[in-house]
């Protein structure tokens, strides 16, 4: 085990049939952080997650999550009494109410915290007497998120935990997200929603086509991501940039845009032996890297 | 003991409908028996031809396979499969459950008949059977029917849905009576569970009086709790492997 | 004091919570031994990472401009140069409030004099950070 890692995967591959969902993943996500999953729909974060949680087993390559194997059963097991997850579907056993089945959850875990219970459960306004079959589909993510943060695991994952939440709701989540982090634990995420992701995520994993393609920290990514837009009062000149940090050239009548990904400072100071008529520098958005580093793949 | 609560609750809803459907056919049976057969039979006779030698036992039989049905499979269907996964529990320890609490289940279904045949046929002022007699037929159904539930369970862990298992349990049954046909495995009788579960032809019974002359066939029911003990853990071993 | 952070600014988060307690206290709005919120608090209110804030007050700490107590919170420290330098950021404030006024008067409006700048201090940065 890699100190500081609370998920670790080296070259894990799911494969049904001809079709690799996940694709020689090598997963890094630092303790105590927030790590962003990103990608688009397919892209294979949900299946990566049920591997990391036993559910799925990996056709090849290995996985620790909290120093143990996902490989192996017991290993596992064991790894889910410190992990702490929301899936994506969000459905529950719609027999049970609120009360019987968080009396039910409850019964499984030793880091079951009542008092967090009690104020979720309040805060959430979700009514105890209640089946989970008769509540909408917000109350029922809540109920959901409640199940995972009542405990103090060392390990949240939540795959899309805002899903069908109204904005007051995704306010609480993510303000639980931040307190769980603050006494120790490690919150691995997947979400489409990229202004919570920007706001809160301490890294991003950018997945597509079950390869990962971008694992940045966001305070990098806001450092060094640069889009530097060259215009010209002629044809822009036919130019290779071979420069590393390079993610994009496009050319747009009179004008040239590049997407550096380090380096914007050599190719700034490269650029102006082009002669523009003027360079624009300006930051980079997450929404922007993500939409940018995807079309590439494609 | 969650994981038990669990299993009731999610098989609560079938035991109850077979409950209720069993008493009520079993109370029609007995009030209302057939007319050719009580020309050609004892009343004793007819009784334990239209109970437990006749569609009470058959009704019984698809009650249990279709209790062992269920499980992760169904689970994924209702997409709660992610939730229950990611618990800190051995999978295999769900077909446990699932199985004490079905074996319970069917056990009441099996008492069934002990309660209301004698009830009814006393009304009749012909008492058949005597308690003793007729707790002999329910060990006789819950062995036997422990085996057709843990022959469902073991389908729900590879058929997926509710419909096509119940299909293929009904078929599976179908299968098995004419596997049965067979002429060389008539020296096997034991091998028959519906004969086992009627006493039909059996050396311990008598069809001529309609009662226990001997001992239950305990090698049997030994043999048979234990197949059904094997493919109940092969149904734990198949979970504890599969992909979901 | 009020934080007002834009995770689409080309800065890190961290560096922007430097930058408000830095001009806070350039411009008075935080005075010697004031206290910041802890760092569980103030991420929480901000809704940032943890992170995010015990990097920041890392670095103000290392610039001996936060004392760090532990289990009491954190408290600003305000030198003497740092109270010359409030009183030339307000005179740059001035400053800058004319050459806006300039350009406004020149028909430029807000966005593109946001732009201008934005263009002007990305460019000089880059060029900074140049070995």
Same mark, same amino acid.
């Given at each position: ?147 995972? &943060? ?9 795959? %899309?935990?805002?899903?069908? #939440?109204? !904005? $007051? *709701?995704? /306010? ?85 845009? &590049? ?9 700034? %100071?490269?650029?102006?032996? #082009?002669? !523009? $008529? *003027?360079? /624009? ?18 | ?244 | ?131």
């Amino acid at each position: 085990m890699t100190d500081g890692l609370a998920i670790e995967t080296h070259e894990l591959t799911k494969q049904y049939g001809n079709n690799r969902v996940v694709n020689q993943l090598d997963l890094r996500v630092p303790e105590r952080q927030i790590t962003a999953f990103l990608g688009r729909n397919g892209a294979g974060k949900s299946t990566t997650i049920k591997m990391l949680l036993g559910i799925t087993s990996p056709t090849s390559g290995t996985g620790l999550v909290l120093g143990k194997k996902i490989q192996d059963a017991a290993q596992s097991r064991d790894l889910r009494r410190e992990v702490a997850f929301v899936a994506e579907d969000k459905q529950l056993y719609s027999y049970l109410t609120v009360e019987q089945l968080v009396r039910f959850t409850r019964s499984f875990y030793a880091d079951w915290r009542t008092d967090a219970e009690a104020r979720l459960l309040k805060q959430f306004q979700l009514p105890t007497g209640c089946k989970v079959k008769a509540l909408s589909k917000g109350m029922r993510t809540k109920l959901a998120l409640l199940l995972a &943060l009542s405990r103090q695991p060392r390990l949240l994952i939540l795959d %899309e935990p805002s899903e069908g #939440l109204d !904005p $007051v *709701s995704i /306010e609480e989540l993510l303000h639980e997200i931040v307190g769980a982090v603050a006494v120790g634990a490690t919150v691995f995420f997947s979400s489409h929603q990229i202004s919570e992701v920007e706001r809160i995520a301490d890294r991003v994993c950018i997945i597509d086509h079950g390869r990962l393609l971008v694992d940045i920290s966001l305070d990098e990514m806001r450092r060094e991501y640069r889009r530097i837009t060259l215009s010209f009062d002629v044809a822009p000149p036919e130019i290779r940039l071979a420069l590393p940090g390079i993610q994009q050239v496009r050319t747009s009548g009179r004008q040239m845009t &590049l997407l550096a990904r380090e380096n914007a400072d050599a190719v700034i %100071e490269l650029t102006r032996d #082009l002669h !523009p $008529v *003027s360079v /624009e520098v300006s930051p980079v958005a997450l929404r922007e890297v993500f939409l940018e580093t995807v079309k590439e793949a494609q | 003991m969650m994981l038990l609560y669990k299993a009731w609750r999610e098989s609560r809803l079938g035991f109850v409908l077979s409950l209720t459907a069993l008493a009520a056919i079993c109370t029609l049976f007995c009030l209302f028996p057939r007319g050719d057969l009580q020309h050609k039979y004892t009343f004793t006779q007819t009784m334990y031809l239209v109970t437990y030698a006749g569609v009470l036992r058959n009704i019984f039989i698809v009650l249990t396979l279709l209790l062992g049905l269920g499980g992760f499979l169904r689970e994924r269907s209702y997409g709660t499969l992610a939730y229950t996964l990611a618990l800190p529990v051995r999978r295999s320890r769900f077909i446990a459950a699932r199985a004490v609490v079905g074996f319970a289940e069917l056990s009441a279904l099996a008492l069934i008949p002990a309660v209301l045949v004698p009830m009814f046929s006393r009304w009749s002022h012909q008492p058949y059977p005597s308690i003793p007699q007729a707790l002999h037929f329910s060990v006789l159904w819950m062995v036997c029917g422990t085996m057709f539930f843990a022959f469902g369970l073991l389908l729900s862990t590879f058929v997926p849905g509710d419909y096509p298992a119940a299909a293929t349990c009904l078929i599976s049954l179908f299968a098995y009576l004419m596997v049965l046909e067979f002429a060389p495995l008539e020296k096997f009788p034991s091998l028959d569970l519906f004969n086992v579960i009627a006493a039909w032809h059996m050396p311990y019974f008598s069809g001529r009086d309609t009662c226990f002359v001997t001992y239950l066939p305990w090698r049997t029911l030994s043999v048979i709790t234990l197949l059904a003990v094997i493919t109940i853990s092969v149904a734990g071993q198949i979970v504890e492997r599969q992909d979901f | 004091m009020i934080f007002k952070l834009n995770p689409s600014a080309g800065q890190p988060l961290y560096s922007q919570v430097v930058q408000q307690v830095r001009h806070a206290m350039e411009t008075g709005i935080l005075c010697d031994g004031d206290a910041l919120p802890g760092i569980r608090t103030l991420a929480e209110e901000l809704v940032v990472s943890p992170n995010t804030i015990a990097k920041a007050y890392s670095e103000l700490e290392h610039a001996g401009l936060l004392e760090l107590r532990h289990g009491s919170g954190a408290y600003v420290i305000v030198k003497r140069r740092l109270k010359s330098r409030a009183e030339r950021t307000r005179a740059a404030q001035v400053r800058v409030q004319a050459l806006v006024e300039s350009l406004h008067a020149d028909g430029f409006s807000g966005e593109e004099i946001q732009r201008m700048f934005a263009a002007e201090l990305f460019y000089d940065a880059s060029l900074e950070r140049k070995p």
